[in-house]
Every structure is written in C-alpha cells, then in structure tokens.
C-alpha cells in the first residue's frame, strides 16, 4: 500500500517520520565513518578530521535521540497493526535496544574520547570544546573502546532485524507496516 493511501490516523507524526529517517541516515553514515576512519592508513590530518567528523555527527545523535526519546514519551504511537504476539514482542525489543544503542553509542563515544590517553579535544563542527567527562586513562579507554564497537555491531544487528521485519511486512504480510513509516 502506498504511503499516501495509509489514513493520516494510522501513520506516524511528521515529526516522528523525519525523526526516524534522519536518525537512520545519520546512524548508517556514523557506522560507516566509524569503520572508514578505523580502518584507513591516512595521514595525522586526514585521520584527525575523520574522527573530529565522527564526533561531531556522534554529538547530533545524541541530541536528536534524546529529543526523539522525549518525544515518544510524549506521543502516542498511531493504533498497532495486528500482529502475532510473539512478533509484537519481537518488535518492541528491537526498538527498546534500538533507542538504548542510540543513546549509549554517543555516551561511550563521548567518554572514550574523553578517557583517550592522547588528550586530543572533541570539537563539534570546530564550534566549542566539549568538556571530558573522566580523567586520561589508557585502560578505560580501552574498556569503552570495545563496548563502543560492540554498541556499533549490536546497532548494525538491530538495523538488519527491523529491515527484515519491514520487509517481511511488505513482501509477505502485504500490509501496510512500512507505510506508516513513509512519506
């Protein structure tokens, strides 16, 4: 069903739309800077601007999740298509761990940087300093360095069962699910 054909009552908000395309965009983008940037045998400055890059949309997630968090908390989601129980359930854990992965990626991120022994300051887009939030320290940098990439693989796991389940919805179901989420 196309997304126009779908009752204003049964789709999301504008705002939640938007909120959930630009959130998705900006995610699969930090995942793959992240890997590029991880990865990449570049000169100090190249590598240097990436991770600035990095942090700097990292930051714009953190924002935008917690408006997207207060958001929901504030908005009732339009009515729920019949699903099975077990499907429903299914479908509320992955967005629980969703929103927790969304909000934690940028935490740990922020702290890494800030417990990075190197010292090297997080400047969003070059406009302000952001402040550390723990002392230099190479283990914890360490710790919160592997619970930062494995945040990153949970995310990139959680985006391939909600895709599978869209398409699951639209492909098998034909129903209207994807739609609601549409523009």
Do not use: C, N
């Amino acid at each position: 069903m196309k997304p126009a054909s779908i009752p204003a009552a049964a789709r999301w908000s504008l705002q939640g739309r938007v909120l959930h395309w630009v959130m998705a965009a900006l995610l699969v983008g930090l995942v793959a800077l992240g890997l590029t940037m991880t990865r990449l045998h570049a000169d100090l400055g190249t590598t240097f601007a990436l991770y600035q890059a990095h942090k700097s949309y990292g930051l714009v997630a953190l924002v935008l999740v917690a408006w997207r968090i207060v958001w929901r908390l504030r908005t009732s989601p339009p009515p729920p298509q019949a699903m099975r129980r077990a499907e429903w359930l299914m479908s509320r854990l992955v967005h629980v761990l969703f929103y927790g992965a969304m909000a934690a990626l940028p935490l740990t991120g922020w702290l890494m940087a800030s417990a990075s022994p190197l010292r090297l300051p997080t400047r969003p887009f070059g406009l302000f300093t952001m402040p550390d939030l723990v002392a230099p320290d190479a283990g914890l940098f360490m710790v919160l360095r592997s619970i930062h990439m494995a945040l990153a693989y949970g995310l990139v796991a959680l985006l391939v069962l909600h895709v599978a389940g869209a398409l699951k919805h639209r492909l098998i179901d034909r129903d209207d699910t994807l739609g609601r989420m549409g523009f």
